[in-house]
Each structure stands twice: as structure tokens, then as C-alpha cells.
């Protein structure tokens, strides 16, 4: 089936030492999404790319970084993981921009997420 | 920009009783609005959207929602609840631009007893 795959589903890192999660998706989607969700929370939008294209949020810390190197595969870095950055991090895909159709109308596409790494720092 | 109040932060309910989930959005634009259900230790799903067309969208697992311009509301619904239900909803609005961005509610816990 097609899907969002996020691996490893729980990752342990420790205080400062670097971390990458992975995002894959067999949807050839256009647009993937990073969120952070903390304990208790509503996600939270880090960055997402379209295509090619990186659009980070204002208020993204710098300490987090993203890479896509092709449709499929999205990373996300944390360079220096301090405490406060332990939560679930859920990445979503999407078509992107679609012209108005018959199957859909507004053009809108709906974003499907993957189950999430949780991550720990120590 | 657009933003979500979920009125309620915990929901609990019996078994086979209704509930009704409450979601306010404001904006200044037009909206797309969405309902997703998130199980412990999993990502979100999506249990049904608005776009446009018929206000009442009915969704998966015998969810439904009511889309209402005038209260800018868009509560979720189901008519009889399981144990499976159990979980974290999130309401969740979209002005439709390009990159089709969420901004989501701080979720409504469903605690369904039996």
C-alpha cells in the first residue's frame, strides 16, 4: 500500500550529539512536511519542502535542518539536541497544487502523515 | 492568519453514548477544515474534511461534522461511541494557499468508558 514510512519509530540520542530522522513516502507526493509535537500538544510546523523548494517556519529554531534529496526521501537533522527537543516528530506528505477539477473542485490536496519518531534526548 | 480553538480539552464519555467534539476556526479568509484522530504513540489520521459543497461531511468510523460559516465552527460528531475510540482528536484549518499549511488546535482527549 502506499504510504508514509518514518524510521526508526523510536530513537535515543543524547544531550549535543547530532540526530537524523527519516521520512519516506511512496506516494510521489510533491510537498513533505516536518511537525514537532510535544507531550500534550498540537503538531507544529518546523519546515516543509515542494519539490525542490525549502520553506522554513519563522520560528524554527536554527539547530533543526531538513534535506530532500529526491521525491521520495525527506530528513530531518537536529544538530545539537538539547532536552526541550525531545518529542514526536511527524512527517506529511501531500500532492501539492492541483488545478481545479472534477474529482477536486477547490484544488485543495489533504496531507497524510506518517506514525512518527519519538524521540528521546538524555 | 488562521487559528483553531478546541473548546474542550477532555472528553469522557460511555460507550455506545454520543459526543460531540467542538471546534472553533477564525480567519479572514475562505477555510479548509479537517478533522484528524491521533492513538497513543501513532501519527495522525485523517477522519474527515471540509473543502466545499455540503456542509455536513460524514467521515470514517462513523464520524460526522458540521461545517457553520456563520459560527465559524466546525464540530465533530459521532452518534454512539466505542472503546475504540479512545484517543486525541485535533481540529485542523487551512487557508488553501499553495503549500496547503495547517494549523491545528490544541486536541481534544476522548476517554471512552464502559
Known amino acids: 500500500d502506499a504510504m508514509v514510512i518514518q524510521n526508526p519509530r523510536y530513537q535515543v540520542t543524547q544531550f549535543g550529539k547530532p540526530v537524523t530522522l527519516s521520512c519516506s513516502q511512496t506516494l510521489n507526493h510533491n510537498v513533505m512536511y516536518w511537525y514537532q509535537q510535544k507531550s500534550s500538544q498540537a503538531p507544529k510546523l518546523l519546515f516543509h519542502?515542494?519539490?525542490?523548494?525549502?520553506?522554513n517556519e519563522a520560528d524554527t529554531p536554527d539547530n533543526f535542518q531538513s534535506r530532500r534529496p529526491n521525491t521520495s526521501f525527506c530528513f530531518l537533522d537536529i544538530r545539537s539536541p538539547g532536552l526541550g527537543d525531545a518529542a514526536m516528530y511527524l512527517c506529511?506528505?501531500?500532492?501539492?497544487?492541483?488545478?481545479?477539477?472534477?474529482?477536486?473542485?477547490?484544488?485543495?490536496?489533504?496531507?497524510?502523515f506518517g506514525p512518527g519518531t519519538r524521540l528521546l534526548v538524555l | 492568519a488562521q487559528s483553531v480553538t478546541q473548546l474542550d480539552s477532555q472528553v469522557p464519555v460511555f460507550e455506545e453514548a454520543p459526543v460531540e467534539l467542538r471546534c472553533n476556526y477564525s480567519?479572514?479568509?475562505?477555510?479548509?477544515l479537517f478533522w484528524y484522530v491521533q492513538y497513543p504513540n501513532q501519527g495522525l489520521q485523517l477522519l474527515l474534511k471540509y473543502l466545499s459543497g455540503s456542509t455536513l461531511v460524514k467521515g470514517i468510523n462513523g464520524f460526522e461534522a458540521e461545517f457553520n460559516k456563520s459560527q465559524t465552527s466546525f464540530h465533530l460528531r459521532k452518534p454512539s461511541v466505542h472503546i475504540s475510540d479512545t484517543a486525541e482528536y485535533f481540529c485542523?484549518?487551512?487557508?488553501?494557499?499553495?503549500?496547503?499549511?495547517?494549523?491545528f488546535g490544541a486536541g481534544t482527549t476522548v476517554t471512552v468508558r464502559a
Open positions: 485542523a484549518v487551512s487557508d488553501g494557499k499553495i503549500d496547503y499549511k495547517l494549523s
Open positions: 480567519s479572514s479568509v475562505s477555510v479548509y
Open positions: 506529511a506528505t501531500s500532492r501539492g497544487y492541483s488545478p481545479s477539477s472534477k474529482e477536486n473542485p477547490t484544488g485543495f490536496e489533504t496531507q497524510y
Open positions: 519542502y515542494y519539490d525542490k523548494d525549502f520553506n
